[in-house]
Every structure is written in C-alpha cells, then in structure tokens.
C-alpha cells in the first residue's frame, strides 16, 4: 500500500469491484451497509452485512490493512459515508466507497447471492 494515500477515503465503481473481486490480493473485504430491509432479496457475494450505526469494532477476520468496500444502495445512502468514517476511526488504511452502490451492480448484471438478515 502506498503510504501516502493513508487517510483518504477512495471512490470506485461496481465494474471496478468486480474485476477486484477476481483478484482477491491484497486481502480485502465488502461491507454491504443497505437497510434491513433491502437485505433480504440479494447481496454481493461474499459481502459481510453490518449496520452503519453500530460500526464499534472491525468485521471479523479483518485488521487494519485489510481493505475495506462499503457498498449501499445507491449513491446517495448516507450509511456508506457514516461507514467509511468509523473505520477510518478504526484505523483502516484503505477504504473503498463504491459510489453507484447495489443499484449499480444489479444494474451491470454482476452476481448476486441470497440475502441475509444483519449481523
């Protein structure tokens, strides 16, 4: 990781996490922070559920290099800034918002996995 990005928080793209998603090092993680109730008909694969409110501690099998994407629903999902704060606070070196959100990786026709309610 280049040191000199330390702190940022990056913007990226579904076509973008996708390709990432093929090449899964560095390590990295995707945190889906969709409301309750849009998590119950699909998600990205792999993704790890959290709610944006309660982001108190790292997601399990994650330290502070780990990469993090944090996906909402659409652009405008005021949870993914409040995520990407609380690990910025945390002390995650990298994170990813994905700015088009679910909406946009549906949309591409990327693939998708049953939902799931929160952890």
């Known amino acids: 990781m280049d040191m000199h990005f330390e702190g940022v928080i990056f913007h990226t793209h579904a076509a ?17 922070v969709r409301s309750p109730a849009d998590h119950g008909e699909s998600r990205i694969p792999g993704s790890v559920l959290v709610d ?9 099998g994650t330290t502070q290099a780990t990469e993090v994407f944090v996906v909402g629903t659409s652009h405008v999902d005021p949870g993914v800034r409040r995520t990407a704060l609380a690990l910025k606070g945390l002390g995650v070196r990298r994170v990813v918002e994905v700015t088009g959100g679910y909406r946009e990786w549906r949309r591409r026709g ?10």
Request: proline residues 19%; hydrophobic residues 40%.
């Open 16 to 32: 973008e996490l996708e390709r990432r998603m093929a090449h899964p090092f560095p390590p990295f993680v995707v945190l889906d």
């Open 52 to 60: 944006p409110g309660k982001m108190e501690s790292l997601p399990a």
């Open 110 to 119: 990327f693939p998708e996995e049953p939902g799931r309610s929160a952890a």
